[in-house]
């Protein structure tokens, strides 16, 4: 129980989440439930020390009662919720277990290497709100990232978007960088960024406009023919940012 911790005549005890769930009334003895504080409880409960809910999986760390909630909202060991956007998944786990789930389950295609070269192609491009999204894993640096490609409506405009995420946290996401290349006909669009933590959902990287974005029209300039048939070849590496500690700034590491 957190606080404001309340107590009926009785002496029986809830908190406060629990007081509204049962329309005020105390659930042991059926009487009505005033605006009672049981703060003796609620002391006990100050005194208290307990380890975080994600000690199972390797967080040391322990709190004060009242800290521990909003660690545990942000502490790094908690679960990963699945990456993958083309349904709503509720799998969470860590990132071996997704990785595992990702090619199991969702039949994504993995591959090895800080380089990547992928070529999309639909049928009918006019139909952007039923274009089926791509996710490709990729393994590299003895990490994993999700590439991600898509189209969506940008305000009236159709429009298809390219965009990396880490499998991983945020602050160890800062040390990767990655760029995307989609062109043809002598002209190219470049984009080259940091890639997200998958901390951050799918849709709330794609709303934020976080990667290369494409033009329908640019992008069926791109695909070449008569423009009735897309066809996308994206380009891209990663690197890690490494810092030289001699010199100061970063330097890459393409390897």
Not at 110 to 126: C, I
Not at 172 to 195: C, D, F, H, I, Q
């Amino acid at each position: 129980m957190y606080p404001p911790i309340h107590q009926c005549q009785n002496g029986h005890t809830l908190c406060s989440t629990c007081k509204v769930r049962v329309h005020n009334q105390c659930p042991t003895c059926r009487s009505e439930l005033g605006d009672i504080r049981c703060l003796a409880l609620e002391k006990v409960a100050e005194s208290l020390e307990l380890p975080c809910k994600y000690c199972s999986l390797g967080c040391p760390d322990i709190f004060p009662y009242y800290s521990k909630l909003k660690h545990e909202a942000i502490c790094n060991f908690r679960p990963y919720n699945c990456p993958y956007a083309g349904s709503e998944c509720s799998v969470v786990g860590d990132i071996p277990f997704l990785v595992a789930h990702l090619r199991d389950d969702h039949k994504v295609d993995m591959h090895t290497g800080s380089t990547f070269n992928h070529r999309y192609v639909k049928s009918n491009p006019r139909e952007v709100e039923n274009a089926t999204w791509m996710l490709t894993v990729f393994h590299s640096f003895g990490q994993y990232f999700c590439l991600h490609f898509e189209a969506f409506q940008l305000g009236m405009a159709p429009v298809y978007m390219a965009f990396l995420r880490f499998m991983g946290d945020e602050a160890e996401a800062r040390n990767y960088s990655y760029s995307l290349e989609v062109g043809a006909n002598g002209r190219k669009l470049t984009w080259e960024g940091t890639p997200r933590s998958i901390r951050d959902s799918h849709r709330k990287v794609r709303d934020s406009h976080d990667g290369l974005i494409i033009q329908r029209n640019m992008a069926l300039f791109f695909s070449g023919g008569d423009r009735k048939e897309l066809k996308l070849r994206v380009t891209g590496r990663v690197w890690k940012e490494q810092q030289n500690p001699d010199a100061g700034p970063c330097i890459q590491n393409f390897s």
